[in-house]
């Protein structure tokens, strides 16, 4: 999975220095972890480690049925995205921005990320976000 260039993608109100990146190894996973936990999303350790290592078994990048896109501002994670790509289905899940840097369209760009992934790859697919938007987004 590559960057996104908001720029590109015409994702407005994007801050400088702000980049969001699929994750494809484990140093970023832990740092997706670290973003996930300031957002609130899985406040338990020990679940939180479960989820770790179910990521990690299942494999990162772009050919996974799970995939995970972090977002950075100058190297430090301030956001997230998840999305199970499944069939026709592609759940998007956990995104989320700390609470400093939300109202800046990272959250946005977050979720077109995975949008974009599902373009590429699975035609036809619905889009859905937690909670389900209504019969989701056609991609």
């Known amino acids: ?77 301030v956001g997230t995205a998840s999305a199970l790509f499944t069939g026709d289905v592609v759940a998007l899940e956990h995104v989320g921005v700390i609470p400093e840097h939300r109202r800046r369209g990272i959250g946005s760009a977050l979720t077109l990320a995975p949008i974009a992934a599902a373009r590429s790859t699975c035609r036809g697919a619905r889009a859905l976000r937690e909670p389900a938007a209504h019969g989701g987004v056609r991609v």
């Not at 190894?25 to 406040?43: E, G, I, P």
């Open 1 to 77: 999975m590559s960057t996104v260039d908001t720029s590109e993608r015409g994702i407005s109100g994007v801050q400088t220095g702000v980049v969001i990146q699929g994750v494809t190894d484990l140093r970023q996973l832990h740092s997706w972890f670290r973003a996930t936990r300031s957002v609130t999303f899985d406040d338990d350790k020990s679940s939180s480690d479960h989820r770790r290592r179910l990521y990690a078994t299942l494999g990162l990048g772009a050919d996974c049925p799970w995939r995970h896109w972090l977002a950075t501002d100058r190297g430090c994670p």
